[in-house]
């Protein structure tokens, strides 16, 4: 529950008017006037999305926190600015950026730009200055009204004084004998409520004659910081030089005490308004109150706060750099990691051991999917400096992991060569090598490059084959074979890369390959042995805290077992390569209940989303489902032009059976259509099957058609496809064309409902309602069809629709 504004009728009258009249009001004071404690009333009548600003400085970090709090990213490719103006045009609610400095961020234009190029985006900005551009309207909000020397002592500041003094448990202030006193603090204050309220918590606990007056924020932190014990003011001291909530533990080494005393010394300054907690049970303190208490600081207390993080770090982290879970205690403060690491990486003479810390931590990053994290934390490591190479060869490489994840799936391939780079340094080159030939293969695997993925796994082999990469690589090998249909050769590479001891740091590798077993017992029909193997390792993935693995594992479960209750997880917050095949099962679970509308449009989210982020194993099984939804609505020719764009994708990547699964949505097309090839659709799908000892499942189930008939010529080439499979089926389904051709050819089904609802002129908000995804996937179809189209704008792409439509 909000505290109430005293005495700010006025101000939030004018505050209500000008959000009613304006897209864009900046709300301007003194620090500690109460702007934000306006603008939160103000929220709780009209929707708003909050964003904390007050220690942003920079463009980008005002861009990625909006997009962030407004459950919004950028697709590969993307912009920054163009994601936030989609993000917020037609959103009903306001986007609040609280104590936002214009001045060192410069973000006044920016501002400007998102007004113009939207139709409803609103904001509402707290700050110490205005920004000055003409979209803004500024409201002022000053102190509270003081009594003066011979008015009566009443009013707003002296009903907030008392009040707060009372909370704080302090003794009952008599008016009219303490007049003098409680004119004096107040005066001291210039009736700023954040003010007012530290000098009644102060007068609470010291009462009102030892209580000291103090002019300025500055000068009542200072007043306080001489108040305090010497453990007390040590710690405000010390905890402002940390600009992020720490927990308790981290709190008590930077303090250099026990936790039971870093706990009592803590509680003092939270008694005295001097630091907060979160909901998290963390420590942090007001900016300002910060910016005074580092002003403070002492060289001595900078050294123990980067020497106290270091420690803890170096404790925290896991002893070896395979180690690491999701459940890891330090987790739960990694932004003191990430500045521990940061920090002693950034002095020559603790960068080594910054480097070590960066590459311990990574497994539990890893596995907890905090790619993001994992990408700022190791690239920040990276651009310090070079490490020792051996390290710092694993700290490159793992940045390049998790750069693939987040960005895309090349996107990392620019850091695995900074790791080699690396390696000719390290005590064993071909080791380095190795492991990074190994991350190059997962890499290519995820693209759908299982030829590339298979080279460089067995390079890797070969480079190290005794070292610690020889089992992932032979996992690589493992996936490879078992997506080219080649199970007894990935059988056998499971084989080799299970040993019969596991060690502790390798057991994802068991698990993974344990998985591909799984997958291969469903392509061949044993599905009671797929659905208790996959158990087996969602059971020992969740024991090690293994969240990655068991959520891999989960996805192929729900699609084994439909009775399956998912686990609750946020889809937005999961790295690419995870979240693709989450989404995926989702639109197969909706096709299953019957809902094939909004099935058909989250798997051309999934498309557009796996062609942009380059992983081609997932956007072939996307475009399965987005066929097996069209054919379910009826609209033949869109599932047609989407199982021949997959089936060419089957062809290029080597992967026959999902090409089997394309030939009998194919088939159950061609049935519907009459079309005499149907029979003869069915029969190369079987072909393609038989060897492999593999059957019909899932989609492919689904289409009834009989397979009879010889395979064409050239539609197979042994157990393969044809290398000109893609356009003799085409020409099984050809028709002459009945309109002259146009440029919005070029975009897919999903892109195509996308357009025509811009050009009626939908906000995307709106668009997602309509088309049952959301704002974030039409964005991303927006930013597809501008590339195609080689355009940049709404109003372009409508012309160009509106056009098409007059011919």
């Known amino acids: 529950m909000l505290s109430p504004c005293l005495g700010r009728d006025d101000v939030r009258l004018a505050l209500s008017e000008a959000v009613e009249e304006s897209r864009w009001v900046t709300v301007v004071g003194p620090p500690g006037s109460g702007k934000t404690l306006l603008v939160r009333h103000l929220a709780e009548t009209s929707s708003a999305a909050w964003v904390d600003a007050r220690n942003l400085r920079s463009l980008d970090e005002v861009l990625v926190a909006a997009l962030a709090t407004l459950e919004s990213e950028t697709a590969p490719g993307d912009s920054l600015l163009g994601a936030l103006g989609r993000a917020v045009d037609g959103r009903d609610g306001l986007l609040v950026l609280d104590g936002l400095d214009l001045d060192a961020t410069g973000a006044g234009p920016l501002l400007q730009a998102v007004l113009e190029g939207t139709s409803e985006a609103r904001l509402v900005v707290t700050a110490l200055t205005t920004a000055g551009q003409p979209w803004e309207s500024v409201v002022r909000v000053g102190p509270l009204p003081v009594p003066s020397q011979r008015a009566p002592l009443e009013g707003p500041a002296v009903d907030l004084f008392l009040r707060r003094i009372r909370s704080a448990g302090g003794q009952q202030v008599d008016l009219e004998r303490q007049a003098h006193e409680v004119r004096r603090l107040l005066s001291a204050t210039g009736g700023l409520p954040l003010l007012i309220e530290q000098v009644a918590v102060q007068s609470a606990l010291v009462g009102l004659s030892n209580a000291l007056t103090s002019v300025s924020l500055d000068q009542a932190v200072d007043s306080a910081h001489e108040l305090l014990d010497a453990p007390s003011a040590t710690a405000l001291r010390r905890i402002g030089l940390l600009d992020f909530p720490a927990g308790l533990g981290v709190v008590a080494r930077v303090l250099g005490l026990p936790v039971t005393d870093a706990a009592e010394v803590a509680g003092n300054l939270v008694r005295r308004s001097l630091l907060e907690v979160d909901a998290q049970g963390r420590f942090d303190m007001l900016s300002p109150i910060r910016g005074r208490a580092r002003v403070l600081a002492t060289p001595d207390d900078a050294d123990a706060v980067g020497a106290a993080l270091l420690a803890w770090a170096e404790e925290h982290a896991p002893a070896h750099d395979n180690y690491g879970a999701a459940d890891a205690e330090w987790l739960r403060d990694l932004p003191a990691m990430r500045h521990a690491v940061l920090t002693a990486c950034a002095r020559p003479e603790t960068r080594a051991q910054g480097y070590s810390v960066a590459n311990r931590i990574f497994s539990s990053l890893y596995t907890s999917m905090r790619t993001r994290e994992a990408v700022d934390i190791l690239e920040g490591a990276l651009a310090s400096g070079d490490g020792p190479p051996e390290i710092g060869a694993q700290v490159a490489r793992r940045a390049g992991i998790a750069a693939s994840e987040m960005r895309g799936t090349y996107e990392g391939l620019w850091l695995l060569d900074r790791a080699d780079q690396h390696a000719s340094s390290a005590p064993r080159p071909e080791e380095q090598l190795a492991k990074t030939a190994s991350i190059r293969a997962e890499m ?285 089926v085409t020409a099984v389904f050809h028709r002459p064309a009945s309109a002259p051709p146009s440029v919005l050819d070029a975009l897919t089904a999903a892109e195509r409902l996308v357009a025509e609802r811009v050009a009626q002129g939908l906000t995307s908000r709106r668009i997602a309602e309509e088309l049952f995804v959301s704002p974030r996937t039409v964005d991303a179809h927006l930013t597809h069809i501008y590339r195609k189209l080689d355009i940049n704008s709404r109003a372009r792409l409508a012309a160009l629709v509106i056009g098409q439509a007059a011919r």
Request: charged content about 25%; hydrophobic content about 45%.
């Open 444 to 728: 290519h695997l995820d693209a759908g490059d299982l030829a590339s993925a298979e080279q460089e796994a067995r390079r890797a082999i070969a480079l190290d084959p005794e070292g610690s990469i020889s089992r992932q690589a032979t996992r690589t090998l493992a996936d490879v074979y078992a997506s080219q249909g080649r199970f007894a050769e990935a059988t056998q590479a499971v084989s080799e890369a299970v040993p019969a001891r596991m060690t502790r740091d390798e057991r994802w590798i068991d698990l993974s390959a344990r998985t591909v077993l799984a997958r291969i017992a469903q392509e061949q029909g044993r599905i009671a042995e797929a659905v208790a193997g996959t158990r087996a390792v969602m059971a020992e993935a969740r024991e090690l805290a293994e969240d990655r693995v068991c959520l891999l594992a989960e996805t192929l479960l729900r699609g084994l077992d439909p009775a399956w209750v998912p686990s609750d997880v946020q889809r937005e917050s999961l790295p690419w390569a995870v979240r693709l095949p989450v989404l995926a099962q989702d639109g197969r679970d909706l096709l299953r209940r019957g809902d094939a509308r909004r099935a058909a449009g989250l798997a051309a989210d999934v498309v557009a989303l796996a062609d942009s982020a380059r992983l081609g194993r997932d956007g072939v099984e996307a475009r399965l489902l987005l066929g097996r939804a069209l054919v379910e609505l009826g609209d033949l020719d869109q599932a047609t032009t989407t199982y021949l764009t997959a089936l060419d994708h089957c062809r290029s990547m080597g992967m026959p059976l999902r090409g089997a699964d394309v030939l009998d949505g194919l088939a159950g097309v061609a049935h519907r259509r009459d079309l005499s090839e149907a029979r003869a659709l069915a029969a190369a799908a079987y072909a393609l099957r038989v060897p492999r000892m593999a059957v019909r499942w899932g989609y492919a189930a689904d289409y009834d058609v009989a397979p009879a008939g010889p395979v064409p010529a050239g539609w197979l080439d042994g157990d393969d496809l044809g290398a000109d499979v893609v356009p003799l």
